[in-house]
């Protein structure tokens, strides 16, 4: 049986208009550190809207989902 998808909300500070992909890992807590965070992406195990992305420094701004593992992540704007 499949392992449901633990959601997590980030929500973007006000002067914020996008986060580094390996920013958003390491601030939710999905990854321990930076470097880990780099590794997982670059091995292709990070899923940014349903396709793969493997570029560290993506800029992912409100309303993107980032899925890793069995993470979902959902990226907000400040209102």
């Given at each position: ?7 997590i909300s980030f929500t973007l ?9 390996i920013g958003l890992l390491k ?40 899925v890793f593992e069995n993470f ?8």
């Amino acid at each position: 049986m499949a392992e449901r998808l633990r959601r997590i909300s980030f929500t973007l500070r006000e002067d914020e208009t996008f986060i580094p992909l390996i920013g958003l890992l390491k601030a939710t807590g999905v990854v321990e550190s930076g470097s880990e965070a780099q590794e997982v992406v670059s091995a292709g195990m990070v899923l940014r809207n349903g396709e793969v992305e493997t570029r560290k420094r993506a800029k992912i701004t409100a309303g993107e989902v980032i899925v890793f593992e069995n993470f979902e992540i959902f990226v907000e704007g400040c209102d």
